[in-house]
């Protein structure tokens, strides 16, 4: 098995890597590239952990070949703040406490932002059915929703 | 395994006709990584068709959409006029999976991993999709219902590719609508699905019909009997009543984790209902 | 220290009670904090764990021959590379790696260390392991049957006299209560008896279990886990590996979620074993195949519940016969659910007898107030269907038996300040009681009981020369705790929030600490804080007085400053801590506080829960479309974390109630071993979860606090029974209340003409 050679672009950065043609997305960035904020909950497209985007659209990158990511564009929890400042999610989840263990975060977080950048103004209900693919176990969900709907209505005021 | 990205269809073909061990084409990599992560399958080949441009577009063709294997189901949910014409068909693809997996599955995956439980499979089979098929003897074209024959298993010869997926036109006061059971309300796999397709003349009455079911056999059901208990009628009470018992007789499933052979046949009948009644009410407004 | 009594609780606080950001939030929304899977170590191996696919085997032979001479591979451990164990260890060795049997699917055989998962896979298929196949059991009654497939040839029932003669599964017997119920039954004028089943559930964590290990020839180790408890990890891997304590040190890493299913080993003898044999650090993560099939989830069950009543409303005996099997060895937690069964009532003859059983199932661990939903759920549905039968309210027929100060608990000792009857009369106040049902749906309720722990602690606060300060605590922050041992410490101190950082400590740089479990860190571990903080308070005092040249016991501490006080003291200007740290090196040396302690006191919790439900009833399904958590949390220290612990409580109680179990086929196999088929609730599934929180403070705890974690998951299991029930027209005694067996009751109903 020769392994693959991909260059793309990661969190803005003109990334290369060697990848065995089997390897998902998700063990490159984890494991070749130490981007460790992606977590891998299931490894079956199951739990959204390992969430991140691929040319702007939100995928599991654990059912993502690392190989498939050349010339494509990925973006990550590790590219979501602008130096110091967190992005308004972010912040949010922090003030309305919608972590607990915090290991399904990154994936929320970048989730939630996919459905801001697509629907600034989305109901309680479009919450909740565009993040159903993220599970979160302490929080039962209340807190990240809410988080979600402040975040929007700041990002709305600009 | 070896991993490629060809950037034509024939170099594609070519790749999986040639290929002396196990091949496998890469869509949206939702259930073939699944397998391959879990050890099920190990390719010595995967072809990914993801670059061919002409499978990552939707094209208007006399009157419905040509839709590319490589689409994935969110793309295909952004647009309005292919979820204007065939509303069923889009909202059984939107079901399959969460946001994430709906960023890279695309209809031709969910058909080719031919899986009767498949959300999009009732849905197509309903509104008469058919597929166009590519392989080293050139194309073909053929009903969606005659792609799969049982879990995992399809038709499709050695080399062959689904390269798109036609809607047709459809007269007017034509509605479709597609729903599955799941205990929750996302996430999960089919228990059952329902897809129903039904045109009505100018006076309401319906003239033809196709009702499609998953889950509840070993491939999608085109259920005959259900399609004819709704033609000439205007889907009133006694005729959804008669497609309910068509939908449960038709039905012959297993036991299993997800649920009970009673269970599945009690609840296509009360889904197939369900879906026919809102099918009327697009039939109605179109 | 003793906990001094003389000092009242507050009745106001500072900065208790506030909400501030949490110190390790910034790390969290970025991607940075380190979890179990995220480290790395140069020349790091990849370890994989060989499991049985078999439910019951003898273990004939392994040959790892194979697997050891494929490239890449540099270690390949089997039983026989740890340490014999007898007592404590024993069953915990067999469950990390089988001795002579394998007893359950997914139990671990051989595992291998290589230098990728590839390799280490490939590995994996070349060990050759000769099973004969042995019969197996999954269903506690089966396995309680006569007959029954043995797990364990010796295992003689205890707690049974006199002694039986034959070896059962049954592995104890336990029996709490006081009164003569038969003499209470034949008082009432109205008497339930059902029995009931519950599936086994998962404490469900998204983080799958991750350790490295390193372990030299010279015995030195390290390891980094993620775990409830790195103390209780040091112990158990230093035995089963034959290794000293000393020389082992644990770090804990950020966790994942572990909800009690974190407060045992798995992997971590493994990685260490493998990481001996190959001399390089091994890394192991399990898959999520590996958490459902081989780790702790919780018990099934099978009850019978009997409660009789007075026409006019009081209970004149309750009983209950819990079965509980626990997976391949000793241990359910039945003897919780049979203490907790009964607690909220205030009853004159009461028995609960419970019976721990073994099966052919990944042995159980601990889940959020283990054994209590379980149990509550048969006892809160007959009490549901008590009320309705006498026509009562459910919250005045509760209020009406309901536990109080000075009641004799169920399970023994007397209740001091409880707040049951509290969270019941705010329940019927609060709007989602009072506001109408919306046709086709039905309301209910139900209470609930925990007992919470204390336990061993010990915390260091150091002081800074900048007036800021560090504690560390030896107990792993699993949803904030961090947060809440900073506002204490700096409550205590008088100093701000901001200026407190707590990290969790190693177990080389502390002493010991147990488990983060029970509901006890905020309770014991805020405890040892608020000592530690008054140790340091006194030496802080001291240095004043030193510097003032008076007596130190003239010296009080006040809002964050030492003052004179008393009539020699003397006129000083008050030093705060900041003046008093800078000048720490000419008054000798640093300071700190420490706190070494056995907590006592916890203080046990009840919450009472109520939920709206609504049932398709042609296809069985539930959706809940209302719910309030009402429960007694002492004191809230962060406010938001309590409704966060109300929260997860409840809706991991609705998972268990409607959703979740474990599906064995007739081969012993588990059959749903991902998050595709074992169906947590996701986002949609769920209302807006509103919370109250009643504050009666807590005796034994300076602040007043009470665990809030567990309690919350005791209610929703009998609370979301009783609405499907009212809306499903017929009583549903088995869960989950999936929907085949929802509409399998409403079509049986209908046919018995409910």
Same mark, same amino acid.
């Given at each position: 098995?020769?392994?693959?050679?991909?260059?793309?672009?990661?969190?803005?950065?003109?990334?290369?890597?060697?990848?065995?043609?089997?390897?998902?997305?998700?063990?490159?960035?984890?494991?070749?590239?130490?981007?460790?904020?992606?977590?891998?909950?299931?490894?079956?497209?199951?739990?959204?952990?390992?969430?991140?985007?691929?040319?702007?659209?939100?995928?599991?990158?654990?059912?993502?070949?690392?190989?498939?990511?050349?010339?494509?564009?990925?973006?990550?929890?590790?590219?979501?703040?602008?130096?110091?400042?967190?992005?308004?999610?972010?912040?949010?989840?922090?003030?309305?406490?919608?972590?607990?263990?915090?290991?399904?975060?990154?994936?929320?977080?970048?989730?939630?932002?996919?459905?801001?950048?697509?629907?600034?103004?989305?109901?309680?209900?479009?919450?909740?059915?565009?993040?159903?693919?993220?599970?979160?176990?302490?929080?039962?969900?209340?807190?990240?929703?809410?988080?979600?709907?402040?975040?929007?209505?700041?990002?709305?005021?600009? | 395994?070896?991993?490629?990205?060809?950037?034509?269809?024939?170099?594609?073909?070519?790749?999986?006709?040639?290929?002396?061990?196990?091949?496998?084409?890469?869509?949206?990599?939702?259930?073939?990584?699944?397998?391959?992560?879990?050890?099920?399958?190990?390719?010595?080949?995967?072809?990914?068709?993801?670059?061919?441009?002409?499978?990552?577009?939707?094209?208007?063709?006399?009157?419905?959409?040509?839709?590319?294997?490589?689409?994935?189901?969110?793309?295909?949910?952004?647009?309005?006029?292919?979820?204007?014409?065939?509303?069923?068909?889009?909202?059984?693809?939107?079901?399959?999976?969460?946001?994430?997996?709906?960023?890279?599955?695309?209809?031709?995956?969910?058909?080719?991993?031919?899986?009767?439980?498949?959300?999009?499979?009732? /849905?197509? *089979? %309903?509104? =008469? !999709? $058919? +597929?166009?098929? &590519?392989?080293?003897? #050139?194309?073909?074209?053929?009903?969606?219902?005659?792609?799969?024959?049982?879990?995992?298993?399809?038709?499709?010869?050695?080399?062959?590719?689904?390269?798109?997926?036609?809607?047709?036109?459809?007269?007017?006061?034509?509605?479709?609508?597609?729903?599955?059971?799941?205990?929750?309300?996302?996430?999960?796999?089919?228990?059952?699905?329902?897809?129903?397709?039904?045109?009505?003349?100018?006076?309401?009455?319906?003239?033809? /019909?196709? *009702? %499609?079911? =998953? !889950? $509840? +056999?070993?491939? &999608?059901?085109?259920? #005959?009997?259900?399609?004819?208990?709704?033609?000439?009628?205007?889907?009133?009470?006694?005729?959804?009543?008669?497609?309910?018992?068509?939908?449960?007789?038709?039905?012959?499933?297993?036991?299993?984790?997800?649920?009970?052979?009673?269970?599945?046949?009690?609840?296509?009948?009360?889904?197939?209902?369900?879906?026919?009644?809102?099918?009327?009410?697009?039939?109605?407004?179109? | 220290?003793?906990?001094?009594?003389?000092?009242?609780?507050?009745?106001?606080?500072?900065?208790?009670?506030?909400?501030?950001?949490?110190?390790?939030?910034?790390?969290?929304?970025?991607?940075?904090?380190?979890?179990?899977?995220?480290?790395?170590?140069?020349?790091?191996?990849?370890?994989?764990?060989?499991?049985?696919?078999?439910?019951?085997?003898?273990?004939?032979?392994?040959?790892?021959?194979?697997?050891?001479?494929?490239?890449?591979?540099?270690?390949?451990?089997?039983?026989?590379?740890?340490?014999?164990?007898?007592?404590?260890?024993?069953?915990?060795?067999?469950?990390?790696?089988?001795?002579?049997?394998?007893?359950?699917?997914?139990?671990?055989?051989?595992?291998?260390?290589?230098?990728?998962?590839?390799?280490?896979?490939?590995?994996?298929?070349?060990?050759?392991?000769?099973?004969?196949?042995?019969?197996?059991?999954?269903?506690?009654?089966?396995?309680?049957?006569?007959?029954?497939?043995?797990?364990?040839?010796?295992?003689?029932?205890?707690?049974?006299?006199?002694?039986?003669?034959?070896?059962?599964?049954?592995?104890?017997?336990?029996?709490?209560?006081?009164?003569?119920?038969?003499?209470?039954?034949?008082?009432?004028?109205?008497?339930?008896?059902?029995?009931?089943?519950?599936?086994?559930?998962?404490?469900?964590?998204?983080?799958?279990?991750?350790?490295?290990?390193?372990?030299?020839?010279?015995?030195?180790?390290?390891?980094?886990?993620?775990?409830?408890?790195?103390?209780?990890?040091?112990?158990?891997?230093?035995?089963?590996?034959?290794?000293?304590?000393?020389?082992?040190?644990?770090?804990?890493?950020?966790?994942?979620?572990?909800?009690?299913?974190?407060?045992?080993?798995?992997?971590?003898?493994?990685?260490?074993?493998?990481?001996?044999?190959?001399?390089?650090?091994?890394?192991?993560?399990?898959?999520?195949?590996?958490?459902?099939?081989?780790?702790?989830?919780?018990?099934?069950?099978?009850?019978?519940?009997?409660?009789?009543?007075?026409?006019?409303?009081?209970?004149?005996?309750?009983?209950?016969?819990?079965?509980?099997?626990?997976?391949?060895?000793?241990?359910?937690?039945?003897?919780?659910?049979?203490?907790?069964?009964?607690?909220?009532?205030?009853?004159?003859?009461?028995?609960?007898?419970?019976?721990?059983?073994?099966?052919?199932?990944?042995?159980?661990?601990?889940?959020?107030?283990?054994?209590?939903?379980?149990?509550?759920?048969?006892?809160?549905?007959?009490?549901?269907?008590?009320?309705?039968?006498?026509?009562?309210?459910?919250?005045?027929?509760?209020?009406?038996?309901?536990?109080?100060?000075?009641?004799?608990?169920?399970?023994?000792?007397?209740?001091?300040?409880?707040?049951?009857?509290?969270?019941?009369?705010?329940?019927?106040?609060?709007?989602?009681?009072?506001?109408?049902?919306?046709?086709?749906?039905?309301?209910?309720?139900?209470?609930?009981?925990?007992?919470?722990?204390?336990?061993?602690?010990?915390?260091?606060?150091?002081?800074?020369?900048?007036?800021?300060?560090?504690?560390?605590?030896?107990?792993?922050?699993?949803?904030?705790?961090?947060?809440?041992?900073?506002?204490?410490?700096?409550?205590?101190?008088?100093?701000?929030?901001?200026?407190?950082?707590?990290?969790?400590?190693?177990?080389?740089?502390?002493?010991?600490?147990?488990?983060?479990?029970?509901?006890?860190?905020?309770?014991?571990?805020?405890?040892?804080?608020?000592?530690?903080?008054?140790?340091?308070?006194?030496?802080?005092?001291?240095?004043?007085?030193?510097?003032?040249?008076?007596?130190?016991?003239?010296?009080?501490?006040?809002?964050?400053?030492?003052?004179?006080?008393?009539?020699?003291?003397?006129?000083?200007?008050?030093?705060?801590?900041?003046?008093?740290?800078?000048?720490?090196?000419?008054?000798?040396?640093?300071?700190?506080?420490?706190?070494?302690?056995?907590?006592?006191?916890?203080?046990?919790?009840?919450?009472?829960?109520?939920?709206?439900?609504?049932?398709?009833?042609?296809?069985?399904?539930?959706?809940?479309?209302?719910?309030?958590?009402?429960?007694?949390?002492?004191?809230?220290?962060?406010?938001?974390?309590?409704?966060?612990?109300?929260?997860?409580?409840?809706?991991?109680?609705?998972?268990?109630?409607?959703?979740?179990?474990?599906?064995?086929?007739?081969?012993?196999?588990?059959?749903?071993?991902?998050?595709?088929?074992?169906?947590?609730?996701?986002?949609?599934?769920?209302?807006?979860?509103?919370?109250?929180?009643?504050?009666?403070?807590?005796?034994?705890?300076?602040?007043?606090?009470?665990?809030?974690?567990?309690?919350?998951?005791?209610?929703?299991?009998?609370?979301?029974?009783?609405?499907?029930?009212?809306?499903?027209?017929?009583?549903?005694?088995?869960?989950?209340?999936?929907?085949?067996?929802?509409?399998?009751?409403?079509?049986?109903?209908?046919?018995?003409?409910?």
């Amino acid at each position: 098995m020769s392994q693959v050679h991909v260059t793309a672009k990661i969190n803005g950065d003109t990334t290369e890597y060697l990848c065995e043609p089997d390897e998902t997305l998700l063990d490159v960035l984890r494991n070749r590239l130490g981007l460790t904020g992606a977590k891998e909950g299931c490894g079956t497209g199951d739990c959204g952990a390992c969430s991140v985007t691929l040319d702007g659209r939100l995928v599991c990158s654990c059912l993502v070949l690392g190989a498939e990511a050349n010339g494509r564009e990925v973006r990550t929890i590790e590219g979501m703040a602008h130096g110091e400042t967190l992005h308004p999610l972010q912040r949010k989840f922090l003030e309305h406490a919608a972590l607990q263990c915090g290991i399904c975060t990154p994936g929320f977080l970048v989730a939630a932002k996919a459905l801001l950048d697509k629907n600034p103004d989305p109901s309680e209900t479009e919450i909740r059915y565009w993040l159903a693919g993220n599970l979160c176990r302490c929080t039962g969900y209340d807190k990240i929703v809410r988080a979600v709907q402040d975040a929007a209505a700041e990002m709305r005021k600009g | 395994m070896r991993y490629e990205a060809p950037g034509s269809i024939e170099s594609a073909v070519a790749l999986l006709a040639q290929e002396k061990g196990r091949a496998y084409v890469l869509a949206g990599g939702t259930d073939l990584l699944v397998r391959l992560r879990g050890g099920y399958i190990e390719p010595d080949l995967v072809v990914d068709v993801k670059r061919i441009e002409s499978m990552r577009k939707i094209v208007p063709e006399a009157g419905g959409f040509r839709i590319g294997a490589a689409v994935p189901a969110a793309e295909l949910g952004e647009h309005p006029a292919v979820k204007k014409l065939w509303p069923g068909v889009v909202e059984a693809v939107e079901l399959i999976g969460s946001k994430q997996v709906q960023g890279r599955a695309t209809m031709v995956g969910n058909l080719c991993n031919a899986s009767p439980a498949a959300d999009s499979v009732p /849905a197509m *089979v %309903a509104a =008469g !999709a $058919v +597929a166009t098929v &590519v392989g080293p003897n #050139g194309k073909r074209n053929l009903p969606v219902e005659e792609i799969s024959t049982s879990p995992g298993k399809t038709t499709l010869a050695k080399g062959e590719i689904v390269e798109s997926i036609l809607l047709a036109a459809r007269p007017p006061h034509s509605g479709d609508a597609y729903l599955r059971f799941i205990p929750r309300t996302e996430m999960d796999i089919a228990v059952v699905g329902a897809g129903v397709n039904i045109t009505l003349d100018d006076k309401g009455v319906c003239k033809a /019909a196709r *009702v %499609a079911l =998953g !889950a $509840v +056999a070993e491939r &999608v059901l085109l259920v #005959g009997p259900a399609a004819d208990a709704l033609i000439g009628t205007k889907l009133d009470e006694a005729a959804l009543d008669k497609l309910a018992a068509a939908a449960s007789a038709a039905c012959r499933p297993i036991d299993d984790k997800r649920g009970t052979k009673e269970f599945r046949i009690k609840v296509a009948g009360v889904l197939a209902r369900r879906a026919a009644t809102i099918a009327l009410e697009r039939a109605r407004k179109s | 220290m003793p906990l001094d009594t003389k000092t009242p609780i507050p009745t106001s606080f500072r900065v208790v009670g506030t909400r501030p950001l949490r110190p390790d939030g910034i790390d969290k929304v970025t991607g940075r904090a380190r979890f179990g899977a995220d480290m790395w170590a140069p020349g790091m191996l990849v370890g994989r764990i060989l499991r049985s696919p078999h439910a019951h085997a003898r273990i004939r032979k392994i040959d790892i021959s194979k697997a050891q001479a494929l490239e890449g591979v540099k270690a390949v451990v089997t039983r026989a590379d740890f340490k014999a164990q007898d007592g404590d260890l024993a069953d915990i060795l067999d469950n990390v790696m089988a001795g002579k049997k394998a007893l359950y699917d997914g139990h671990a055989v051989a595992a291998v260390a290589a230098v990728s998962a590839a390799v280490a896979r490939k590995a994996l298929s070349l060990i050759e392991v000769d099973y004969e196949i042995l019969p197996h059991v999954t269903d506690v009654d089966e396995a309680m049957k006569p007959g029954a497939p043995l797990l364990h040839d010796g295992m003689i029932t205890a707690g049974v006299e006199p002694a039986p003669t034959k070896p059962s599964n049954v592995t104890r017997r336990h029996e709490f209560g006081h009164g003569d119920v038969e003499k209470g039954f034949k008082k009432a004028d109205i008497v339930v008896e059902r029995e009931f089943k519950t599936e086994a559930t998962h404490q469900g964590y998204i983080e799958p279990h991750a350790c490295l290990a390193t372990l030299s020839p010279d015995g030195v180790a390290e390891l980094w886990v993620c775990t409830q408890g790195h103390f209780m990890v040091r112990a158990v891997c230093a035995g089963l590996l034959g290794i000293d304590i000393s020389k082992l040190r644990v770090t804990a890493s950020e966790i994942g979620g572990g909800f009690g299913g974190k407060t045992t080993v798995f992997i971590e003898p493994v990685a260490l074993a493998l990481s001996r044999k190959a001399n390089r650090p091994v890394k192991i993560v399990m898959s999520r195949d590996e958490v459902f099939r081989a780790t702790g989830p919780t018990s099934s069950a099978s009850m019978r519940v009997k409660i009789g009543v007075t026409k006019d409303g009081r209970i004149t005996a309750a009983d209950g016969e819990f079965r509980y099997q626990g997976g391949a060895y000793a241990g359910s937690p039945v003897e919780f659910g049979a203490m907790s069964a009964f607690a909220c009532y205030d009853l004159e003859n009461v028995r609960a007898v419970g019976y721990d059983v073994v099966c052919n199932r990944p042995k159980q661990a601990a889940y959020r107030a283990p054994g209590a939903p379980i149990s509550a759920f048969a006892v809160e549905s007959v009490i549901d269907e008590l009320a309705k039968k006498l026509g009562m309210d459910a919250i005045d027929f509760r209020i009406k038996n309901a536990a109080k100060p000075g009641t004799k608990s169920s399970y023994g000792p007397t209740y001091g300040e409880i707040g049951l009857i509290t969270t019941l009369e705010e329940a019927k106040k609060h709007p989602h009681w009072k506001a109408p049902v919306k046709p086709g749906q039905a309301r209910s309720m139900a209470c609930g009981f925990w007992f919470n722990f204390g336990g061993q602690t010990c915390v260091s606060l150091n002081i800074n020369v900048d007036g800021t300060c560090t504690l560390a605590v030896g107990t792993p922050d699993i949803g904030g705790s961090r947060a809440s041992m900073s506002l204490m410490a700096a409550e205590e101190l008088g100093i701000p929030y901001e200026s407190v950082r707590a990290i969790v400590a190693d177990t080389s740089s502390l002493g010991y600490n147990d488990v983060t479990d029970g509901s006890r860190t905020t309770f014991a571990t805020g405890m040892a804080t608020i000592f530690a903080a008054r140790d340091a308070i006194k030496k802080l005092c001291g240095r004043a007085a030193q510097i003032w040249g008076i007596p130190e016991d003239a010296v009080v501490w006040e809002k964050g400053y030492a003052r004179p006080s008393g009539a020699n003291a003397g006129s000083f200007e008050p030093l705060s801590l900041a003046d008093i740290a800078k000048s720490s090196g000419n008054t000798g040396g640093p300071i700190a506080g420490h706190t070494e302690y056995n907590a006592e006191g916890a203080g046990v919790s009840f919450a009472t829960h109520i939920v709206d439900a609504e049932v398709d009833k042609e296809t069985g399904r539930t959706t809940i479309t209302r719910y309030t958590v009402l429960q007694d949390a002492g004191k809230a220290v962060h406010p938001s974390y309590v409704e966060g612990q109300f929260q997860g409580g409840a809706v991991q109680g609705i998972g268990w109630a409607l959703n979740e179990e474990y599906i064995y086929g007739k081969d012993g196999r588990l059959q749903n071993a991902g998050f595709l088929d074992y169906r947590i609730p996701v986002a949609s599934d769920l209302p807006m979860i509103d919370t109250k929180i009643i504050e009666i403070p807590n005796k034994g705890h300076p602040y007043g606090v009470r665990g809030v974690g567990e309690t919350s998951i005791v209610p929703p299991l009998a609370a979301i029974a009783n609405a499907v029930s009212a809306a499903a027209g017929v009583r549903l005694t088995q869960l989950p209340m999936s929907p085949p067996k929802v509409l399998k009751a409403i079509e049986e109903g209908a046919r018995k003409g409910h």
